[in-house]
């Protein structure tokens, strides 16, 4: 599987500023996803990153909100823009990748925690 | 209106035994669904998934069943060990798995001594 990392790991943030968060993976990969999980809730997927145009994004995600970029195939941002604290939440990218092994798992990374006060 | 649902929070169950954990889908259009295990403050792990031409997958202590008719799966993990105590999440795709995930809210196993 693919080793990815994110940065920061975790952040408090003030209401109406915004925060990059970023993906980076080890190995080039076809599809990169941005998920979210608030509190006590299940992951959603907010967007796929697609390399070379722009973001797809889920209803209820738009790209005012949520810019991301795309620029290579081993790296992707997510910006959390004019937060509010119904955006705290953990922030994590996936990968799809293909290989010796099936080609259609997705594999996560740690996750950003957010805290908007 | 979840399409992805796990209806057991928390499910605990002593070591050495089976655990069995359930997942019910609505969107027909899902053809691929997958189990994750996740520990507080860490990514959700791949554990095993399945594709709708199949109704049984297996690897290792971990198999997953499908039944397509009636729209359910799960996971059977056996024999539990202690290091199993996490929460499972079930997540379906569309498009062969080419597409993002839909996840139910997870169930909280907890395996006894």
């Known amino acids: 599987s693919a080793v990815i990392s994110q940065k920061p790991s975790r952040d408090i943030c003030q209401r109406g500023t915004s925060l990059t968060i970023q993906c980076q993976v080890d190995s080039q990969v076809t599809m990169m996803f941005w998920y979210r999980q608030q509190p006590g809730q299940s992951l959603t997927l907010i967007a796929t990153a697609n390399q070379g145009s722009e973001a797809t994004y889920e209803s209820g995600f738009v790209i005012d909100k949520f810019p991301i970029s795309r620029p290579n195939l081993t790296f992707s941002t997510l910006t959390v823009s004019n937060m509010s604290p119904e955006d705290s939440s953990i922030y994590l990218c996936s990968v799809r990748t293909s290989g010796d092994y099936s080609y259609n798992e997705q594999f996560f990374g740690p996750g950003t925690r957010l805290t908007v006060l | 209106d979840q399409q992805v649902k796990q209806n057991s929070p928390s499910l605990s169950v002593q070591e050495g035994r089976i655990s069995i954990l359930n997942c019910d889908y609505t969107n027909s259009m899902f053809d691929y669904f997958l189990w994750y295990k996740k520990y507080p403050a860490e990514g959700p792990t791949f554990l095993i998934s399945?594709?709708?031409?199949?109704d049984k997958n297996e690897d290792g202590r971990f198999t997953v069943f499908l039944n397509k008719s009636a729209k359910h799966l799960s996971l059977h993990i056996v024999p539990s060990q202690p290091g199993d105590s996490a929460v499972y999440f079930c997540a379906a795709s569309s498009g062969g798995g080419a597409d993002g995930l839909t996840f139910g809210k997870g169930t909280h196993l907890i395996i006894q001594p």
């Open positions: 399945i594709s709708s031409i199949k």
